[in-house]
């Protein structure tokens, strides 16, 4: 059995039985080489953390007046520039926390820290695709490969959008309504998160296209009367990009 003590900065060994010498001076090369490998790991740690980097507000590529008269101005400033960016502000200062937490090996405050997590990571990855999901130039009827796995998964579009709209205006309280791609079964599903619920996180479903129904997306516009506001965005749905992300998930 061999012991090594760490005696005013330096090792003795105790050997029970004798060692060789060689031998002993391999175990403390050995245990020299693993204290620098361990020092050159927490020191790339440490640059990995402070370099990580933050979630940014995406820009739109379109103006906040582009979607009229189906949605107002006033109600997408707001929206991006107000109610997502604070999802992005509160990501960013949860996964700082988060990080923290690591650090001390704190699993009580990682647990605790999971529901902002959820909740503002959620807010930032549906907003960033539901501005895409909207384009000046949308509405009508998609093409191609989409339309042929609408067709084959729900009969026809009409259907589809029916299926949808009925979903969406039914969540309860705030929510997203949501038509998602089940890589399993290689088929088209329609879904509803409460929440912020982020689709793929919680349901396993890729998300294509998403409906915002939080009040804060509609109620300048529309009011109480959320269904006027579900059948009026699909005049300016971006196909183009739901059939781009259909793409991409069956990959
Ligand atoms: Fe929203």
Redesign the pocket.
């Known amino acids: 059995m061999l012991k090594l003590h760490i005696f005013k900065g330096s090792y003795q060994c105790l050997l029970y039985p004798v060692y060789p010498v060689s031998t002993i001076m391999n175990m403390l090369c050995r245990a020299g080489q693993i204290r620098r490998c361990a020092a050159s790991l927490s020191h790339t740690i440490s640059q990995v953390t402070a370099s990580r980097q933050k979630h940014t507000l995406p820009d739109l590529t379109y103006d906040y007046g582009a979607l009229e008269p189906h949605i107002c101005a006033e109600i997408m400033q707001l929206?991006h520039s107000k109610?997502?960016a604070t999802y992005v502000n509160n990501l960013n200062i949860t996964e700082e926390k988060y990080q923290e937490a690591l650090a001390k090996g704190d699993v009580t405050a990682q647990v605790a820290l999971q529901p902002a997590l959820k909740f503002n990571g959620g807010?930032h990855i549906?907003?960033s695709i539901?501005w895409t999901n909207l384009s000046p130039n949308g509405g009508g009827e998609p093409q191609g490969e989409l339309m042929e796995a609408i067709k084959r998964d729900f009969g026809s579009f009409q259907k589809m959008k029916e299926k949808m709209s009925a979903a969406t205006v039914a969540v309860q309280g705030s929510g997203?309504g949501w038509l998602g791609y089940d890589k399993e079964s290689g088929r088209l599903r329609i879904a509803a998160c409460a929440n912020?619920d982020p689709l793929q996180g919680t349901t396993g479903l890729i998300p294509l296209l998403g409906i915002?129904v939080?009040e804060?997306?509609y109620y300048l516009q529309y009011k109480n009367v959320r269904p006027d506001y579900v059948k009026a965005i699909w005049n300016v749905i971006n196909w183009e990009d739901v059939t781009e992300r259909l793409q991409t998930a069956k990959k």
């Open positions: 929206h109610h997502h807010g549906n907003h539901f997203w912020q915002d939080w804060h997306a």
